[in-house]
């Protein structure tokens, strides 16, 4: 080969070395910049969260229903249309400790009036009661904990009881107007309804309270009660509904 076509072939040898020098750096910089967009988009994007439980809420009327259980059980509380939020029969303020009487109508014990005045939750409505996907835990401890509710022990100067379950229950922390009569989940709703000691389970004030409630919300949903009538009246007083409801236990009702 002669010298001039060596320096030919050099040269056509750099300039496709050249060329691929060039290419390389080309497909590179192609690659970090695809790589930095992407990075952006991930960045703008914002990061996916699961669907939060409703949060416990003291004010009420923000959550849409209560403690969420099995997402079947949510969605049918949902579908009702029913939120958290509490109407009290009068004016009503957190009362201080020791500050609750109850008192005694027809041998029972009634709560304080301005303590416990008792309220509704307005969203219950008679359709939603009648209603056969309605369960009172759509709105139980919707707006107060269980726990939270302890403190009504302290207003009425009642001992917080220990081993409070099944036979040995001797106290409830009671809605004055019932879940299922649509009562409220606030604090102005709930007393502590303990006694009579030396009795059975089934004979102690709460239990008799049961039956009236279940009495008056069989009542109301059969159109023979009006649902604000009863829901007042079990309010001012429940014993008065006492022996309609003895009555309806003893003809099979939910007793």
């Given amino acids: 080969m002669s010298p001039r076509s060596s320096l030919f072939l050099v040269i056509f040898l750099i300039v496709i070395l050249i060329a691929v020098i060039a290419l390389f750096i080309f497909v590179v910089h192609q690659d ?12 703008s994007s914002p990061p996916s969260r699961s669907t939060p439980t409703v949060p416990e809420n003291r004010q009420g009327s923000s959550s849409t ?6 997402p079947a059980q949510a969605e049918s509380c ?10 009290y029969f009068q004016s009503w303020q957190e009362p201080a ?4 009487r109850s008192s005694i109508s027809n041998g029972y014990p009634i709560p304080d009036p301005q303590c416990t005045p008792g309220g509704i939750n307005s969203t219950v409505t008679l359709s939603v009661l009648q209603d056969p996907g309605w369960r009172t835990r759509c709105i139980r401890d919707c ?37 299922e009569l649509g009562g409220a989940d606030g604090m102005g709703n709930i007393w502590p309804q303990c006694g ?3 009795t059975t389970l089934n004979n102690r004030y709460f239990k008799l309270k049961d039956r009236v409630e ?20 079990i309010a001012s007083d429940w014993t008065q509904y006492l022996d309609e409801a003895n009555r309806y236990c003893a003809n099979g009702g939910r007793c």
Avoid: T
């Fill in 97 to 100: 400790d020791g500050s609750c």
């Fill in 32 to 43: 970090r910049s695809l790589q930095q967009q992407s990075g952006k988009k991930v960045m």
């Fill in 214 to 233: 279940n009495y008056l919300a069989d009542e109301v949903k059969g159109g023979r009660i009006p649902l604000d009538a009863a829901q007042r009246g």
């Fill in 78 to 87: 949902s579908l009702l249309g029913v939120s958290c939020a509490s109407h």
């Fill in 196 to 198: 009579p000691d030396g």
């Fill in 65 to 70: 229903f209560g403690p969420v259980g099995a």
């Fill in 143 to 179: 707006e107060e904990s269980q726990a939270s509710k302890h403190v009504a022990y302290s207003w009425y100067s009642v001992a917080n009881p220990q081993h409070n379950s099944g036979s040995s229950q001797i106290c409830e922390l009671d809605h004055l107007v019932p879940l």
